[in-house]
């Protein structure tokens, strides 16, 4: 059976349709996000171990990295979660058109600017490194500030234009 969270995706689109429609997501086809949109299939997410590891892993990831950023003048701005499904965080919506929305990993502040944050994991060697024996992840705010230099081909399509629709909203 699936979440009220997943139940709700089918009300709008979400930052993870995007690429999808787009045909930039491996996983999934811009057909496949029409037809749970209108009913006709039902959303196949399942908990496998990529998405698992992430779970675990990104609170953990965000403690740190909000650690790590904190001295340099950045808050974090706590959303509450929605009332109807506990594990998910408040979504964003679109100020002129509602049926346009994200669910933030976290929000941070500095100043008066917001920035999303957007956890992904991989598989690949990065600047997050599994503390030996644990989920949590240590982060090396050095390598952050060289990370703000990356260029859009160091993003994979379909995670780039995940985050380009948050900052639409």
Same mark, same amino acid.
């Given at each position: 059976?699936?979440?009220?969270?997943?139940?709700?995706?089918?009300?709008?689109?979400?930052?993870? !349709?995007?690429?999808?429609?787009?045909?930039?997501?491996?996983? @999934?086809? $811009?057909?496949? &996000?029409?037809? =749970?949109? #209108?009913?006709?299939?039902?959303?196949?997410? #399942?908990?496998?171990?990529?998405?698992?590891?992430?779970?675990?892993?990104?609170?953990?990831?965000?403690?740190?990295?909000?650690?790590?950023?904190? $001295?340099?003048? *950045?808050?974090?701005?706590?959303? $509450? #979660?929605?009332?109807?499904?506990?594990?998910? $965080?408040?979504?964003?919506?679109?100020?002129?058109?509602?049926?346009? *929305?994200?669910?933030?990993?976290?929000?941070?502040?500095?100043?008066?600017?917001?920035?999303? &944050?957007?956890?992904? #994991?991989?598989?690949?060697?990065?600047?997050?490194?599994? @503390?030996?024996?644990?989920?949590?992840?240590?982060? !090396? *705010?050095?390598?952050? =500030?060289?990370?703000? *230099?990356?260029?859009? =081909?160091?993003?994979?399509?379909?995670?780039?234009?995940?985050?380009?629709?948050?900052?639409?909203?």
């Amino acid at each position: 059976t699936m979440s009220i969270f997943h139940l709700n995706r089918r009300n709008g689109i979400g930052a993870s !349709d995007d690429p999808a429609i787009l045909g930039l997501n491996p996983y @999934k086809t $811009p057909l496949e &996000v029409w037809s =749970e949109k #209108t009913g006709l299939t039902t959303d196949d997410f #399942t908990l496998n171990s990529a998405i698992h590891h992430g779970n675990i892993a990104e609170p953990g990831m965000i403690a740190d990295l909000y650690s790590a950023l904190s $001295p340099h003048g *950045y808050s974090k701005i706590d959303l $509450p #979660t929605n009332a109807d499904d506990s594990m998910q $965080p408040k979504k964003r919506v679109h100020p002129d058109y509602d049926f346009i *929305y994200f669910h933030p990993d976290a929000i941070f502040k500095k100043d008066d600017i917001e920035v999303v &944050v957007e956890i992904k #994991t991989g598989r690949k060697p990065t600047p997050w490194n599994l @503390k030996a024996g644990s989920d949590r992840l240590n982060f !090396d *705010y050095k390598v952050f =500030e060289e990370l703000k *230099y990356a260029t859009i =081909e160091d993003v994979p399509p379909h995670y780039y234009w995940q985050v380009q629709h948050q900052l639409m909203v």
